[in-house]
T-cell receptor, first 115, second 116 residues
Framework: GENVEQHPSTLSVQEGDSAVIKCTYS??????FPWYKQELGKRPQLIID?????GEKKDQRIAVTLNKTAKHFSLHITETQPEDSAVYFC??????????????FGSGTRLQVQP | NAGVMQNPRHLVRRRGQEARLRCSPM?????VYWYRQLPEEGLKFMVY????????ESGMPKERFSAEFPKEGPSILRIQQVVRGDSAAYFC??????????????FGSGTQLSVL
């Protein structure tokens, strides 16, 4: 089955700096890669996603890049703010061909933005 | 649109009791997923259901755990004879995209199960 590795497990940045979180996946059939943000004690919330037919997607201060050849994708947050502090999860879809349509999640990155 | 509703938010059970967790998907969604999250860990897939069908239960333990999504009413995750190791947050998610393999999942607020 799909295996998603996520790094780093913790990340501390100064307010205004950029943060980068990286993920790799194992199943070359995966074709959908969302990112979720989870604040303490709350539900995971979708913040951005990318499909396999594009290499980059941007939404204000958040961008995601995908390298299908290398099977890795990254989340970039620019001009970080204290409210960006949370745990971020990457995920990959195992694809319709396997009969499974669930997402496989990475282990999470705890981002701390220091004011 | 009320979003994905889970109840209860917190559930305390003694070892050996049964736990029943409920999930109502977003309006218009017919796909439900259950995930388990241990403290400081990621979300582990348990089971994927459509109405009256279990599509994929490969992440769910064979013993003591079961799930259903009846034609009417919420999806239920049932854990029989709970043990301390079952203590975790259980999240339900729903989606509306059938058969694409590219599901936007929307999560509920979770049920925190504590086994004494």
């Amino acid at each position: 089955g799909e295996n998603v590795e996520q790094h780093p497990s913790t990340l501390s940045v100064q307010e205004g700096d950029s943060a980068v979180i990286k993920c790799t996946y194992s199943d070359s059939a995966s074709n959908y890669f969302p990112w979720y943000k989870q604040e303490l004690g709350k539900r995971p919330q979708l913040i951005i996603d990318i499909r396999s037919n594009v290499g980059e997607k941007k939404d204000q201060r958040i961008a995601v890049t995908l390298n299908k050849t290398a099977k890795h994708f990254s989340l970039h947050i620019t001009e970080t703010q204290p409210e960006d502090s949370a745990v971020y999860f990457c995920a990959a879809s195992t694809g319709r061909n396997t009969g499974r349509r669930a997402l496989t999640f990475g282990s999470g990155t705890r981002l701390q933005v220091q004011p | 649109n009320a979003g994905v509703m889970q109840n209860p938010r917190h559930l305390v059970r003694r070892r050996g009791q049964e736990a029943r967790l409920r999930c109502s998907p977003m309006k218009g969604h017919s796909h439900v997923y259950w995930y388990r999250q241990l403290p400081e860990e990621g979300l582990k897939f348990m089971v994927y259901l459509q109405k009256e069908n279990i599509i994929d239960e490969s992440g769910m333990p064979k013993e003591r755990f079961s799930a259903e999504f009846p034609k009417e009413g919420p999806s239920i995750l049932r854990i029989q004879q709970v043990v301390r190791g079952d203590s975790a947050a259980y999240f339900c998610a729903s989606s509306s995209s059938p058969g694409t393999g590219e599901e936007k999942l929307f999560f509920g607020s979770g049920t925190q199960l504590s086994v004494l």
